[in-house]
């Protein structure tokens, strides 16, 4: 996605340790036209899909998720990020390995809310180790509803996430790939443009 | 907002401890053509204000700001709750107390996002004791920005917080005010219904 790539390569900060910093307008301040194109991209790679759910998971999903969904018209459901129940009643659960924040947190999602029936597509704005799209989809198969797909925003191509969540059959469409990121020379690679 | 309190009287359900759930619509599942009208009723309540920001909260307020920004055609920006620095560079802080989860936890905004010249207007989900709203409040108020008002979907009357936010003199506006529950009959009274 040609518009996103740009906005990247102009507002993105590239930090030491392989951090990409999008925060003036994806995942702190938030730039709603830019999100209302995203989603009417997701919705053009995922026409044939029938999604009637999207799934994402707090915080910074959570925007995308939102704008993104009108272009669907269909609900959407965050799981939650927790050490502590604060949903009554019963819920989905699996364990997410963070590497950002090394430590392990749970994510639930209640489950009146995914099941049997539900087309789901998973919305996310990062896909680096792909640990949190791993987890969600493991709720997804737990509920017996079907896993359409996943859409994110940017993934980190050279980190492992992108191809294990292709290697497990589930299609993802990222609109940006990052191949590779020079913090000194402030130049970002995007998978498709190398040449 | 009538479209509101009627979808409270019908998918709401009152639990024990004066509790409100509205996660099958507002803050799990959300219903994104009803966030679409509540922004449209915020746009309509704060017409004359000129707001050119956003500021919310994680995790539920995101949704319903993002798309309510849309009626408002500017930038949303989320605090983030942390007990972590997860945002490098400095940062707008202050300490709010949760009573649903029994401690205090750490708000903060990057200073890039938020300043002299941005007119802000809160969103939330939810007002109940208003610790929250009032350490948004706080943030604005140290970053040199203006604070326009406050945009609530739910403010809980029969709690502090409404009465609390109006006497520091900020701008409320409550979509729907709960003025008393009654768990044994499912009933909601909400202020102006009262006869």
Known sequence: MQLLKDRIRRDGKIKAGNVLKVDS????????ELFQEIG????????DAEVNKIL????????????AAESFHVPVVFAKKTQTKNIAG???TTK???????????????KEFLGRGDK??????????????????QLVGDSGAELVGAGIVIE?????GGERIRSLGIRLESLAIV???????????????ES
């Open 56 to 67: 994402t998971i707090e915080a910074s999903g959570i925007g995308i998720a939102c704008v």
């Open 179 to 193: 191949e590779s990121m020079d913090e000194k020379t402030g130049t970002i690679v995007f998978r498709g443009d």
């Open 90 to 92: 019963e819920v989905y």
């Open 25 to 32: 307008f994806l995942n702190h301040q938030m730039d709603i």
């Open 156 to 160: 980190k191509g050279f980190q492992a």
């Open 40 to 47: 009417r991209e997701f919705r053009r790679r995922f026409a």
């Open 96 to 110: 997410v390995e963070s590497f950002t924040h090394g430590r392990v947190y749970d994510i639930i999602v209640s």
């Open 120 to 137: 789901v597509l998973l919305i996310d704005d990062f896909l680096a180790n792909g640990k949190a799209l791993e987890g969600l989809a």
